[in-house]
């Protein structure tokens, strides 16, 4: 199709520097979608090294003026966005007009920017939800309800999501809501391998028990109770070593966890035991160097993007039993899941894999296989399509 006749879809993403999952999945999202048929531009409020990701695939993106949409009471961060909000919805309702834009999607909970654009402009639109938001319920209540109430569709990353955010008084999930899986694409996010050997990058025996988590430094994330883990795996096996791979979220006071985790390992005699890589993006290397890997997240993990990266490198994975984990992770067949933030629990569960190397070497191999089924990119991305159209056949 040339360009006019091809449907042209607006992705608003009030985006920051903390980058996360989610942004990486947009992108995978917009250069795979079918460029015959659709014509993916961004919205964005920042650029960052992502953004340069879309430049790369020759993606039309638009930066603007826009206040990302915070659980903050802060007076002056609510003047700014009561400043700016309407002239956000007006700048994106000019691309809508001027890109001829038939479809709109928002990329979180919090970007509805696009969706009041598109009810005003009376085009088609959607958001794509990534996120659980546990407390304060009032404000979950809010902001699920107005959500719901301003699209066309909700799309949600699990059914973990759907349950958890868009269920009905008696348990059931409302309608109009879709879930669709993220895939895994290492090598689109740069998270392919770089040749390295880790082992030998940080000095560990080569005989050493290996695990590892992997994410941003919060507290949301949960390192400290993979630290605490670590302290009672490391009794059973004294040879241990942790990976903990990440780099530290900035703002809002969040840089003191890391040096609340590292004052942890040494009240907890395991400094020797634990490393801290800081952020590494040959985490396929990484992958492949552990024996087991762990999700540490204490909160709903809505999909873990990093779960299916260690089982599409056939890791044995230990995850919290939430979120959107046990859609990924078989228990006790690709992996075990415990107790979220039961640091002893997830302990046991090491130990298990530990004390069982085949079992854990079979749970890796079945792990690519799920993988290969449930997260194909090929079937999710011809999803996504469908569910475009019957959006824009639906409006």
Known sequence: MSDKKRINVLYVHANHSDIGGGDYCLFKLAAELDKNVFNPIMCFSERTEVVDLYEKEGIKFYLIDMVRIQKSL??????????????????????????????????????????????????????????????????????????????????????????????????????????????????????????????????????????????????????????????????????????????????????????????????????????????????????????????????PDPLPGVVMEAMYCERPVVGANAGGVPEEVNDGVTGLLYHAGNHEDMAERICQLLHNPDMAKHMGIKGKKRVENIFSKTVLCKQMEDFYLDLMEGR
């Not at 998270?191 to 080569?206: E, L, M, P, T, V």
Request: proline residues 3%.
């Open 74 to 299: 802060n007076p002056l961060y609510l003047i700014k966005l009561g400043l700016k909000f309407l002239p956000t919805v007006w700048r994106i309702r000019k691309i809508i007009r001027k890109e001829q834009v038939s479809i709109i999607h928002g990329n979180d909970l919090l970007d509805i920017y696009g969706s009041i654009a598109g009810n005003i402009e009376h085009v088609p639109h959607t958001q794509y939800i990534r996120q659980i938001l546990v407390s304060p319920k009032w404000l979950k209540t809010f902001l699920t309800k107005m959500v719901y109430a301003i699209n066309d569709k909700v799309l949600t990353v699990s059914d973990g999501v759907a349950k958890a955010m868009f269920s009905s008084s008696d348990g059931e999930v409302l309608p109009n809501i879709v879930t669709c899986y993220d895939w895994v694409d290492m090598s689109k996010v740069g998270h392919s391998r770089a040749g390295k050997n880790i082992r030998d990058f940080y000095r560990i025996d080569q005989n050493a028990p290996l695990i590892g988590c992997v994410g941003r430094i919060e507290r949301w994330k949960g390192q400290d109770v993979f630290i605490r883990a670590a302290a009672i795996v490391i009794k059973e096996f004294p040879n241990a070593h942790f990976l903990v791979v990440g780099d530290v979220v900035r703002g809002r006071g969040r840089e003191a966890f890391l040096d609340e985790l590292q004052d942890t390992t040494k009240k907890l005699g395991i400094i020797n035991n634990v490393t801290f890589t800081g952020r590494r993006s040959d985490i396929a290397d990484v992958m492949l160097t552990l024996d087991v890997f762990v999700h540490s997240s204490v909160t």
